[in-house]
């Protein structure tokens, strides 16, 4: 089972759309995935068509001191062969002043990916904007990691505090972690996209995504039907992006994720 996180420490910047149109694509092609919501939020649980604020099984449940409930009971089949869900729950805010520096908890997540280790192929872990316990988990239990950073100028901050975060779980986790950055909702139209991207390629070359994820409405369509893009419209043209970047992430291009 390959897990790969999603992150960024900067909201907007199209990670529940990655971890989304991804999975999508990897069920389609035959791959039994697995999406986890680590987001208070609750964004890509939503998405699916479950409401963060009364769910009651959760990814949280994983979290309780009184847990003796297998992680595949949690597990929610979607509508999609091949694609399901590891809901979030909005009590997931509470869990850092819950938990303190309660020792342990930061392998809570990668615990339970491995009592899933025999169902699944492919793992995409959504999370949230912020450093907590539970990036902290997605990174721990990650092989791979999808940096998306929006082409415009206040992103590249958002990008400067992820890589000081990568560093630093790196050096605690003790084993490399592979990383893309990934420029998303680039429109080729506007200055501050055609910058950005040029900053990015100026200072992240080496582990930069050598394509781009456009801008591309039918993303928001596909979110209103509750469904990837790629099974509204297999021919969007974000689709052929995320396409390039699956073959890129499955070694199907010369080009290799960086690592630190």
Same mark, same amino acid.
């Given at each position: 089972?390959?897990?790969?996180?999603?992150?960024?420490?900067?909201?907007?910047? &199209?990670?529940?759309? @990655?971890?989304?149109?991804? #999975?999508?694509?990897?069920?389609?092609?035959?791959?039994?995935?697995?999406?986890?919501?680590?987001?208070?939020?609750?964004?890509?649980?939503?998405?699916?068509?479950? $409401?963060?604020?009364?769910? +009651?099984?959760?990814?949280?449940?994983?979290?309780? $001191?009184?847990?003796?409930?297998?992680?595949?009971?949690?597990?929610?089949?979607?509508?999609? +062969?091949?694609?399901?869900?590891?809901? #979030?729950?909005?009590?997931?805010?509470?869990?850092?002043?819950?938990?303190?520096?309660?020792?342990?908890?930061?392998?809570?997540?990668? /615990?339970?990916?491995?009592?899933?280790?025999?169902?699944?192929?492919?793992?995409?872990? $959504?999370?949230?904007?912020?450093? &907590?316990?539970? %990036? *902290?988990?997605?990174?721990? #239990?990650?092989?791979?990691?999808?940096?998306?950073?929006?082409?415009?100028?206040?992103?590249?901050?958002?990008?400067?505090?992820?890589?000081?975060?990568? %560093? %630093?779980?790196?050096?605690?986790?003790?084993?490399?972690?592979?990383?893309?950055?990934?420029?998303?909702?680039?429109?080729?139209?506007?200055?501050?996209?055609?910058?950005?991207?040029?900053?990015? /390629?100026?200072?992240?070359?080496?582990?930069?995504?050598?394509?781009? *994820?456009? *801008? $591309?409405?039918?993303?928001?369509?596909?979110? /209103? +039907?509750? %469904?990837?893009?790629?099974?509204?419209?297999?021919? #969007?043209?974000?689709? *052929?992006?995320?396409?390039?970047?699956?073959? @890129?992430?499955?070694?199907?291009?010369?080009?290799?994720?960086?690592?630190?």
């Amino acid at each position: 089972m390959k897990v790969w996180s999603v992150a960024n420490q900067k909201g907007g910047v &199209g990670k529940t759309t @990655t971890a989304v149109t991804l #999975a999508g694509l990897l069920a389609a092609r035959g791959h039994n995935t697995l999406m986890v919501d680590l987001d208070p939020h609750g964004s890509l649980t939503s998405y699916f068509g479950h $409401d963060p604020d009364s769910i +009651e099984q959760s990814v949280y449940s994983l979290f309780q $001191d009184d847990n003796r409930q297998p992680a595949a009971e949690i597990v929610r089949d979607t509508r999609f +062969e091949r694609l399901s869900l590891l809901p #979030a729950s909005t009590a997931l805010a509470t869990l850092d002043r819950q938990l303190g520096a309660k020792e342990g908890m930061g392998l809570v997540i990668g /615990r339970a990916l491995v009592q899933l280790a025999n169902r699944f192929d492919y793992v995409l872990i $959504d999370c949230p904007p912020v450093l &907590g316990v539970l %990036m *902290i988990n997605a990174l721990a #239990a990650s092989s791979h990691l999808l940096v998306p950073v929006q082409t415009e100028f206040l992103a590249l901050k958002g990008l400067e505090r992820m890589m000081r975060t990568l %560093m %630093m779980v790196t050096k605690a986790r003790k084993r490399p972690l592979n990383y893309l950055i990934v420029p998303t909702m680039f429109d080729r139209r506007t200055r501050a996209s055609l910058e950005t991207l040029q900053n990015l /390629r100026n200072n992240y070359a080496e582990v930069l995504w050598k394509s781009v *994820i456009p *801008i $591309d409405t039918q993303f928001r369509e596909a979110s /209103r +039907e509750g %469904m990837p893009l790629s099974y509204l419209n297999p021919h #969007a043209r974000g689709v *052929i992006a995320y396409t390039a970047l699956l073959g @890129t992430l499955l070694g199907n291009d010369s080009q290799t994720l960086g690592g630190l």
